[in-house]
């Protein structure tokens, strides 16, 4: 994958009395050309099925006969991929400017507005995508209809059977595969003040800003434009061979169709396209602190930090976010019930004719039957259609953090750093009929960490407080250096509940019981025959008070520096991580059918490291 990043960027500075003006412009051009050739030269596997028996469904011997096969040449499976290359491109440009006004000694203001446009992502050849018809009908839509008004279902009328849409390909007149509007301006505003009478120990700062992330080279997609020919070794359950080493595809390699079947192209299969109108996700981030010196060298800073972020990408539960599942059953068509729809369940599952039957030869969907709820999505002919780069996703992270640090003086420093924070998201659908994405704690959040070091030079040698007379001594004595580092944090949220069914009460989560369960599994269904299924889900998917095992983490080490001669010195080092060897457990399993449920199987961290190393300076 060749990438070629492209970039220039100028700026002139100009002081005028109180001011410093900045004027500058950022111009980028990205390039990333991709080839995975997939099995270029052909694959195949061999097994028993040509040389066990005497009878084709004998058992196999333990070993030998799928040998026996590849020196027959009686390959049993395989394929051969024509795979399409991609060149893509993307531009970028930005204007801005910004002045830092010394209002007062005390006082500078920091103001400044940048412009940017990103230009759309567009591959060289149109060997993509860029987007889908919603609208139009399919070409095969008349023939389905047709069939499907021989034996209509009682859930969807034959006038309300619609067979619309299929993918939209970049070509000569629209090669960009994504329209954007970005045209936007991002103001930036900050402060610093020392307030009068602090006797200069004191500062004030703050801020606020908007903050655009470029999309970069992104929505290339391209079905049609690859195709795997696969091997059929028999057409007769294994009587005669059907292909051979010798000619393993017989009926020709299949050429990739590009984009010249239009909306049939991919039909029965699932398709991902990029959203045609997507927008750059920004931040609005602010922050206001105060910094103040203290006595014997120390340093307090606390500070409030904020940030809102919009058009984050956002997907469907389980796919996750960035990938938005279109192609669903109607929440009509599913129950609403709190426990198991058996009914509902079996309507959906039952099978009936298929308006599709030789209309989407070599699919899933072009036997004489299908199941019902496949026919109800609002494009039956495909599979799963997934929309990338979906803008409806946002965050806000909001924090208080506090620093206090001793200063290096007397061989000893110490450092000391408090976040209280929270990181709440909505960037993924639990259902993906859903209006917006649902609301939860985040992956990433950690509501409370705490991380000191120190070092310390203990005062031993030449020129400290405890001197030895002898020269040899002091260098034997001295020059020992202690580390340590703590860390503490509360654990991430149990990763992504399923669609259970909770019978209510306290779970009584324990992240750090391994013996038995971390909570009280009993609060759930866990029959695998009274799961819910094709229903509407209301069970989310996070919880902020459920959370696995935190760090509670010790790293230290012992330095021992000699010096031999002027410019020759002898560095021993003794290092512990995680010296206590304190165990951080991963998170208890939540899959309610598994026998592990609610149990913790594994651990995160590294059991305690102990390394000791020895080295020339010079």
């Known amino acids: 994958t060749p990438f070629d990043s492209f970039q220039l960027f100028g700026d002139v500075v100009k002081t005028a009395g109180r001011h410093s003006l900045k004027i500058g412009a950022d111009i980028r051009e990205l390039r990333e050309s991709n080839i995975g050739y997939g099995n270029s030269q052909g694959s195949f596997s061999f097994s028993q099925n040509w040389t066990r028996g005497p009878l084709d469904n004998s058992t196999t011997a333990p070993m030998g006969q799928d040998f026996a096969s590849f020196m027959l040449g009686l390959p049993t499976g395989g394929s051969y991929d024509l795979n399409a290359f991609r060149t893509n491109q993307s531009k970028y440009m930005a204007l801005f400017i910004q002045d830092d006004f010394r209002l007062r000694s005390n006082l500078t203001l920091n103001m400044g507005l940048r412009f940017e446009h990103e230009f759309p992502t567009s591959e060289r050849f149109n060997r993509t995508l860029n987007g889908f018809d919603f609208a139009t009908a399919s070409p095969i839509a008349a023939a389905a209809q047709k069939a499907y008004s021989a034996s209509p279902n009682a859930l969807i009328p034959a006038s309300q059977f619609k067979v619309l849409g299929g993918p939209l390909f970049a070509g000569s007149g629209n090669s960009s595969i994504y329209s954007t509007k970005s045209k936007i301006f991002s103001p930036r505003f900050g402060f610093a003040w020392t307030p009068g009478g602090t006797n200069g120990k004191t500062v004030l700062r703050g801020g606020t800003g908007l903050f655009v992330f470029p999309l970069g080279t ?356 003794f290092e512990a991580f995680n010296a206590f060897n304190h165990a951080e457990f991963s998170a208890p399993s939540l899959s309610v059918t598994s026998s592990a449920f609610g149990k913790i199987t594994g651990q995160n961290n590294l059991s305690r490291t102990v390394q000791m190393g020895a080295r020339l300076v010079f």
């Open 218 to 573: 992104v929505g290339v997609n391209q079905p049609g434009f690859s195709q795997s020919t696969s091997l059929v070794p028999t057409q007769d359950s294994y009587l005669t061979p059907y292909a051979t080493l010798a000619n393993p595809f017989p009926d020709g390699i299949q050429k990739p169709t590009g984009s010249s079947l239009g909306l049939s192209t991919f039909l029965g299969k699932d398709v991902t396209f990029f959203n045609p109108n997507v927008k750059n996700p920004y931040s609005i981030r602010w922050e206001m602190g105060m910094q103040r010196t203290l006595p014997f060298g120390t340093v307090l800073e606390v500070a409030y930090v904020g940030n809102h972020a919009v058009h984050l990408q956002a997907g469907s539960t389980p796919g996750g976010s960035g990938s938005r599942q279109l192609n669903y059953v109607p929440a009509q068509y599913l129950s609403t019930s709190l426990t198991r729809d058996q009914a509902a369940i079996d309507r959906l599952s039952a099978v009936v004719a298929n308006p599709f039957a030789n209309l989407i030869p070599g699919t899933g969907l072009n036997g004489s039957t299908v199941g019902l709820s496949s026919l109800l999505k609002p494009y039956p002919q495909f599979g799963n259609i997934y929309v990338t780069g979906d803008n409806a996703g946002s965050s806000y992270f909001h924090s208080l953090n506090v620093r206090v640090e001793k200063r290096y003086s007397h061989g000893f420093n110490v450092l000391a750093n408090y976040t209280w924070s929270k990181l709440i998201e909505r960037t993924r659908f639990l259902n993906d009929f859903d209006a917006r994405p649902e609301k939860r704690v985040a992956n990433d959040d950690r509501p409370q960490r705490l991380v000191t070091s120190l070092s310390y030079e203990l005062p031993i040698g030449e020129g400290k407080t405890l001197s030895f007379g002898s020269r040899w001594m002091n260098r034997v004595a001295g020059g020992w250096v202690v580390n340590g580092i703590y860390t503490w944090q509360l654990g991430s949220p149990l990763g992504a509940w399923g669609n259970v069914i909770y019978l209510g009460g306290p779970l009584n989560m324990d992240p750090r019981k391994v013996n038995g369960t971390a909570f009280d599994t009993t609060r759930f269904v866990t029959s695998s025959a009274q799961q819910l299924g094709n229903n509407v889900r209301t069970f989310p998917t996070q919880f902020g008070n459920l959370r696995a095992d935190g760090a509670n983490n010790v790293d230290f080490s012992m330095i021992k520096n000699t010096k031999l001669v002027e410019r020759l010195n002898f560095q021993l080092r």
